[in-house]
Each structure stands twice: as structure tokens, then as C-alpha cells.
């Protein structure tokens, strides 16, 4: 992610939460403060760029319902941009509150972002110390919107400014921010812009000090990534944006390869959803176009 570009992904992201929220029904996730995160004026603003980008979509659709642009914006957001992002939010947060009945006192979020978590469980305050990682221009907007919309931050939640592909930051983050009782971490839309090395070292370095027990919730996308289509060229789209917005889409995975990786690390994979199974946990019997997302996986390891 480029530093000055980090507001627009976060915005974006927030974005189509906040589009579920509202629009959508039944919600897979509901993340009712991500508006809050948003002014009005953005709102619009992400709404008419997404409509305008309906040619690049579905050129076919872009000339059907040219005069529904509420239509389009809806196709835009439920084909492309929310599937992937509601459905690992819900699945992360059910194992996390399920770690948090077992014991787990720590949740470390990587590639935090316009993460709201903390505000929506404010009754976790005295269980659960709260540990949110991004680069220092992402985390200085994120307080500044927390600001805006008068939210204060919980005592329990902790901001930790770093890039997750320098080794010495994450030894730092390790040996100086991370106590070592029983821990929970996400990894959110991060491992496709990580080369295989950079994954590998992360998860080795986190996982140190981290006690047996301790287990990591995370999506990567497998060894079709790039030979795809998808629903409406959509995974070649998301290539594309990727590529054209300056973040690269770099590794994809065979079931084998992530498995051997986890296992240098000291990690079992507890539980391993493939878009199938995505697809019949989260958007079973929808009307919309909610779809689980081709080639994206989501995973459940523990360390040993």
C-alpha cells in the first residue's frame, strides 16, 4: 500500500461495510460504526466513482441499466467489492469470540485499517486487550475519524505504527508490544500482497512469544488466482485494480504449500473454508448478488 493512499483503501473498505449495513438484507456482517467512519461527502463521492466505473465491470450492464444507477452501484459493490471483505469479517469474529471463551486475552490485528471491532464490544474491555497494526499514515486517519465522529478510544484498544514486511519492526512488535498470554490474530486482505517469503516471516516472527494455544485467522487466495475469470471477469478485475493501484497481487497458494508453511511456523490449520464451503456458510440462499469470491480461501491455524 502506498502511504498516501492508504486513507482510500481503508475508506473503501469501509465503504462497502457501510453499504451492507444499510442496503442489504440479511446481513452477513453488521458493522453499524463503519458509517460513522465516513463523511457524507465520500460517501458520495466512492457511490458516483464505482457508478461511473460500470464499464470497466460489465460494459454489457453498463448500457442495460445505464438510468438505474442505484442498480449499478448495488451490482458494483455486492459482485465485486463486499463479497470477500463481509465474509472473512463474519467468519474472523465468530472464532474470535470463540477464542475469547477459551481463554485467549490478547487480539492482535494485522493490517488493521478502519477496524471497529473494538467499539461494537465494548463489554470486552476488562477480558480482551486489543492490539491494532498498520503503517503510521493509515493509523493517523483513523484517529482523526475517530475524532470526528466523537468515539473515543476504548482503554483496552492500542495502536502499534509499522510496515508488517520489515522483519525488524515485526521483532519490535514482538519483544516490546505483544505480552505472551494466549493470543488471537487476524490477517485480513493482506496475504496476496505479500510475497511467500514475507508471509512465511511474518507468521514465524509473530508466533515466537506467543503461547501453544495461541491461533490466527486469515484469507490468501490459491494457485488459480491468476488463471480465473470469476463471476463477470471479476477476479481479473481485482487483479487489475490491484496491479493499477500501485499493490500488486503476488502469491497464491496450493492447499500443500499453505499447509507447509504453517507447519514452519509451529501452526495446525484447525480449519480451512474453500470458496465452496464460504459460499454455503455465508450466501447460501441469498437473492442478491452476493457470491463467495473464486480462488479465495479462508483459514483457522493453531499453534502447536
Known amino acids: 500500500m502506498k502511504q498516501n493512499e492508504s486513507s482510500i483503501?481503508?475508506?473503501?473498505?469501509a465503504f462497502g461495510r457501510a453499504y451492507h449495513c444499510q442496503y442489504d438484507t440479511p446481513?452477513?456482517?453488521?458493522?453499524?460504526?463503519?458509517k460513522e467512519l465516513i463523511t457524507p461527502q465520500e460517501f458520495a463521492d466512492i457511490r458516483e466513482n464505482m457508478i461511473q466505473g460500470i464499464h470497466f465491470f460489465n460494459p454489457e450492464m453498463a448500457h442495460l441499466i445505464k438510468d438505474e444507477p442505484?442498480?449499478?452501484l448495488r451490482w458494483i459493490v455486492q459482485t465485486q467489492l463486499s463479497p470477500t471483505p463481509l465474509a472473512r469479517a463474519a467468519y474472523c469474529e465468530r472464532v474470535l469470540l470463540h477464542e475469547v471463551a477459551l481463554g485467549s486475552t490478547q487480539y492482535v490485528i494485522l493490517g488493521a485499517?478502519?477496524?471497529?471491532?473494538?467499539f461494537r464490544y465494548p463489554e470486552l474491555k476488562d477480558r480482551l486487550n486489543i492490539i491494532e497494526v498498520d503503517i503510521p499514515a493509515t493509523q493517523q486517519f483513523k484517529r482523526s475519524r475517530l475524532s470526528s465522529a466523537k468515539l473515543p478510544i476504548p482503554s483496552n484498544l492500542h495502536?502499534?505504527?509499522?510496515?508488517?514486511?520489515?522483519?525488524?519492526?515485526?521483532?519490535t512488535l514482538v519483544t516490546e508490544e505483544l505480552s505472551s498470554e494466549k493470543s488471537f490474530v487476524s490477517l485480513l486482505g493482506v496475504s496476496f500482497y505479500l510475497t511467500k517469503e514475507d508471509l512465511s516471516r511474518l507468521l514465524q516472527v509473530l508466533f515466537t512469544k506467543l503461547p501453544s494455544g495461541s491461533s490466527i485467522v486469515f484469507d490468501y487466495a490459491d494457485e488459480h488466482l491468476f488463471d480465473t475469470k470469476g463471476i463477470s471477469n471479476r477476479v481479473d478485475h481485482m487483479i487489475q485494480m490491484a496491479a493499477a493501484g500501485g499493490e500488486p497481487m503476488k502469491s497464491g497458494y496450493t492447499y500443500v504449500e499453505m499447509e507447509a508453511l504453517l507447519d514452519e511456523?509451529?501452526?495446525l490449520i484447525y480449519e480451512h473454508l474453500n470458496p465452496e464451503a464460504i459460499q454455503e456458510q455465508f450466501f447460501q440462499d441469498r437473492t442478491d448478488?452476493?457470491?463467495?469470491f473464486e480462488t479465495i480461501h479462508f483459514i483457522h491455524a493453531v499453534k502447536k
Do not use: C, N
Request: hydrophobic fraction near 50%; aromatic fraction near 10%.
Open 265 to 267: 511456523a509451529g501452526l
Open 9 to 13: 483503501t481503508s475508506l473503501i473498505s
Open 70 to 72: 442505484d442498480e449499478i
Open 27 to 34: 446481513l452477513i456482517f453488521d458493522d453499524y460504526i463503519a
Open 289 to 292: 448478488h452476493l457470491r463467495a
Open 159 to 171: 495502536f502499534v505504527a509499522m510496515d508488517l514486511t520489515d522483519k525488524d519492526s515485526l521483532i
Open 113 to 118: 485499517g478502519l477496524d471497529t471491532f473494538a
